[in-house]
C-alpha cells in the first residue's frame, strides 16, 4: 500500500528554521492535494498549509509568512519549509495527501493517505 514517509522534524530554538519532507511510494497515478497537519499535546489537530497539483496553496493565519509549502511531482513530494519558528509551532507534523488509483474495475479512485507524523520541538 501506498506510504508517506516523512522526515526533517527535531528540536530547533525559537527563531531558527527547519524544512520538513514527504514522500509518496507505492503505487498511484497521480497525486493530488498535499498537504501538512500538526498536532499539539491536548490540542486539536490544524491545518497548516496545502498545495494542490496546479500549485494553488493555502496557509493557516498563524504561519502565513514564516512557512512555505512546495512540491516536487517527479519526486511525488511535498515540503514544508518552516522560519522563524515559534515555540507555539511545537507539534507532532503529519503530512496528508490524495492518490489517484485504478480499482479492480479499471476506474479512477481517490484515496487517503497520513504519515506517521515528525516531531518538530521549538525551544525558548
Known amino acids: 500500500q501506498v506510504q508517506l514517509v516523512e522526515s526533517g522534524g527535531g528540536l530547533v530554538q525559537a527563531g531558527g528554521s527547519l524544512r520538513l519532507s514527504c514522500a509518496a511510494s507505492g503505487s498511484f497515478i497521480s497525486i493530488g492535494d498535499m498537504r501538512w497537519y500538526r498536532q499539539a499535546p491536548g490540542k486539536q489537530r490544524e491545518l497548516v498549509a496545502s498545495?494542490?497539483?496546479?500549485?494553488?496553496?493555502n496557509y493557516a493565519d498563524s504561519v502565513k509568512g514564516r512557512f512555505t509549502i512546495s512540491r516536487d511531482n517527479a519526486k511525488n513530494a511535498v515540503y514544508l519549509q518552516m522560519n522563524s519558528l515559534k515555540p507555539e509551532d511545537t507539534a507532532v507534523y503529519y503530512c496528508y495527501a490524495i492518490g489517484a488509483h485504478l480499482s479492480s474495475v479499471n476506474m479512477f479512485t481517490n484515496r487517503q493517505y497520513w504519515g506517521q507524523g515528525t516531531q518538530v520541538t521549538v525551544s525558548s
Open positions: 498545495i494542490n497539483s496546479p500549485g494553488t496553496i
